[in-house]
Protein backbone atom coordinates (compact mmCIF):
# COMPACT_ATOMS: atom_id res chain seq x y z
CA UNK A 1 0.00 0.00 0.00
CA UNK A 2 1.20 3.41 -1.00
CA UNK A 3 -0.20 6.17 1.82
CA UNK A 4 0.58 9.71 1.14
CA UNK A 5 0.31 11.86 4.49
CA UNK A 6 -0.24 15.54 4.82
CA UNK A 7 2.33 16.39 7.76
CA UNK A 8 1.35 19.75 7.87
CA UNK A 9 -1.94 18.96 9.65
CA UNK A 10 -1.51 18.50 13.00
CA UNK A 11 -1.85 20.75 15.57
CA UNK A 12 1.59 20.32 17.21
CA UNK A 13 3.33 20.65 13.50
CA UNK A 14 5.22 18.16 11.69
CA UNK A 15 7.03 16.37 14.61
CA UNK A 16 3.80 14.18 15.77
CA UNK A 17 3.05 13.57 12.49
CA UNK A 18 6.19 11.87 11.34
CA UNK A 19 6.39 10.19 14.51
CA UNK A 20 3.13 8.61 13.41
CA UNK A 21 4.68 7.82 10.55
CA UNK A 22 7.87 5.84 11.56
CA UNK A 23 5.66 4.00 13.58
CA UNK A 24 3.53 2.94 11.36
CA UNK A 25 6.47 2.32 9.01
CA UNK A 26 7.82 -0.03 11.60
CA UNK A 27 4.88 -1.95 12.55
CA UNK A 28 3.40 -2.16 8.74
CA UNK A 29 6.00 -3.54 5.62
CA UNK A 30 2.82 -3.69 3.67
CA UNK A 31 3.55 0.01 3.11
CA UNK A 32 5.54 0.66 0.29
CA UNK A 33 5.55 3.95 0.16
CA UNK A 34 5.10 6.88 2.57
CA UNK A 35 4.82 10.33 0.25
CA UNK A 36 5.29 13.27 3.26
CA UNK A 37 3.33 16.05 2.26
CA UNK A 38 4.76 19.42 3.71
CA UNK A 39 7.52 21.99 4.36
CA UNK A 40 10.52 19.81 3.74
CA UNK A 41 12.94 21.35 5.90
CA UNK A 42 9.98 20.80 8.91
CA UNK A 43 10.08 16.84 7.55
CA UNK A 44 13.83 16.61 7.39
CA UNK A 45 14.35 18.03 10.55
CA UNK A 46 11.46 15.28 12.29
CA UNK A 47 13.42 12.88 10.71
CA UNK A 48 16.92 13.54 11.62
CA UNK A 49 15.38 14.31 15.22
CA UNK A 50 14.62 10.49 14.73
CA UNK A 51 17.62 9.67 13.05
CA UNK A 52 15.06 7.77 10.80
CA UNK A 53 15.80 6.62 7.71
CA UNK A 54 13.47 4.60 5.27
CA UNK A 55 13.45 3.99 1.41
CA UNK A 56 9.68 4.16 1.47
CA UNK A 57 9.26 7.84 2.88
CA UNK A 58 9.30 10.29 0.21
CA UNK A 59 9.25 14.04 0.81
CA UNK A 60 6.90 16.29 -1.41
CA UNK A 61 7.45 19.92 -0.73
CA UNK A 62 4.59 22.45 -0.65
CA UNK A 63 5.24 26.33 0.85
CA UNK A 64 1.80 26.55 2.21
CA UNK A 65 -0.57 24.55 4.84
CA UNK A 66 -4.43 24.93 5.26
CA UNK A 67 -4.87 25.73 9.11
CA UNK A 68 -7.81 25.35 11.55
CA UNK A 69 -8.49 28.78 11.41
CA UNK A 70 -9.06 28.70 7.69
CA UNK A 71 -12.64 28.97 5.93
CA UNK A 72 -11.75 25.73 3.96
CA UNK A 73 -13.06 27.08 -0.37
CA UNK A 74 -11.76 29.77 0.18
CA UNK A 75 -8.26 29.21 1.53
CA UNK A 76 -7.93 26.62 -1.09
CA UNK A 77 -8.31 28.77 -3.69
CA UNK A 78 -5.78 31.04 -2.07
CA UNK A 79 -3.37 28.34 -0.80
CA UNK A 80 -2.68 26.52 -4.33
CA UNK A 81 0.53 25.40 -2.63
CA UNK A 82 -1.26 23.58 0.68
CA UNK A 83 -0.39 20.46 1.81
CA UNK A 84 -3.88 18.95 2.06
CA UNK A 85 -4.40 19.86 -2.13
CA UNK A 86 -1.06 18.52 -3.19
CA UNK A 87 -1.78 14.92 -1.26
CA UNK A 88 -4.71 14.72 -3.19
CA UNK A 89 -3.39 15.21 -5.91
CA UNK A 90 -1.27 12.18 -5.63
CA UNK A 91 -4.16 10.29 -4.98
CA UNK A 92 -5.77 11.98 -8.22
CA UNK A 93 -2.78 10.70 -10.31
CA UNK A 94 -2.68 7.13 -8.67
CA UNK A 95 0.40 7.66 -7.22
CA UNK A 96 -1.10 6.58 -3.49
CA UNK A 97 -3.78 4.62 -2.14
CA UNK A 98 -4.55 6.20 0.85
CA UNK A 99 -4.55 9.74 2.31
CA UNK A 100 -4.23 10.37 6.32
CA UNK A 101 -4.87 14.27 7.41
CA UNK A 102 -5.44 15.20 10.96
CA UNK A 103 -5.48 19.16 9.38
CA UNK A 104 -8.71 20.62 8.45
CA UNK A 105 -11.19 18.31 8.06
CA UNK A 106 -13.80 20.90 5.74
CA UNK A 107 -10.72 22.00 3.71
CA UNK A 108 -10.14 17.59 3.35
CA UNK A 109 -13.59 16.85 2.63
CA UNK A 110 -13.63 20.58 0.15
CA UNK A 111 -10.47 19.53 -1.69
CA UNK A 112 -11.17 15.56 -2.09
CA UNK A 113 -14.71 16.59 -3.43
CA UNK A 114 -12.83 19.12 -5.77
CA UNK A 115 -10.19 17.12 -7.34
CA UNK A 116 -11.53 13.76 -7.12
CA UNK A 117 -14.97 14.39 -7.18
CA UNK A 118 -17.93 11.87 -5.84
CA UNK A 119 -18.29 8.19 -6.45
CA UNK A 120 -20.98 7.57 -9.56
CA UNK A 121 -24.66 7.79 -7.44
CA UNK A 122 -22.86 9.33 -4.50
CA UNK A 123 -24.16 13.13 -4.64
CA UNK A 124 -22.16 14.38 -0.88
CA UNK A 125 -18.97 12.73 0.87
CA UNK A 126 -19.55 11.54 4.69
CA UNK A 127 -16.91 11.39 7.05
CA UNK A 128 -16.41 7.66 8.55
CA UNK A 129 -15.10 6.65 12.36
CA UNK A 130 -13.90 3.75 13.37
CA UNK A 131 -15.63 2.89 16.94
CA UNK A 132 -14.20 0.03 18.83
CA UNK A 133 -16.33 -2.18 21.05
CA UNK A 134 -15.70 -4.80 23.64
CA UNK A 135 -15.47 -7.60 21.02
CA UNK A 136 -15.30 -5.79 17.37
CA UNK A 137 -15.09 -2.31 15.56
CA UNK A 138 -17.67 -0.80 13.27
CA UNK A 139 -17.28 2.09 11.02
CA UNK A 140 -19.95 5.25 11.40
CA UNK A 141 -20.96 6.94 8.63
CA UNK A 142 -21.40 10.89 8.88
CA UNK A 143 -20.95 10.88 12.47
CA UNK A 144 -22.99 14.76 12.87
CA UNK A 145 -20.84 16.24 10.62
CA UNK A 146 -20.77 18.56 8.08
CA UNK A 147 -18.84 20.89 6.05
Do not use: W
Amino acid sequence: MRIVVDVMGGDHGAANIVDGVCLALQSYPTISEAYLVGREDDIQAALNARNFKDPRIRIYHCSEALTMEDKPVESLRRKKDCSILRAVDLLKEGRADALLSAGNTGGLVAASTIRLRTLEGVDRPCIATIIPSRDHEFVLLDAGASV
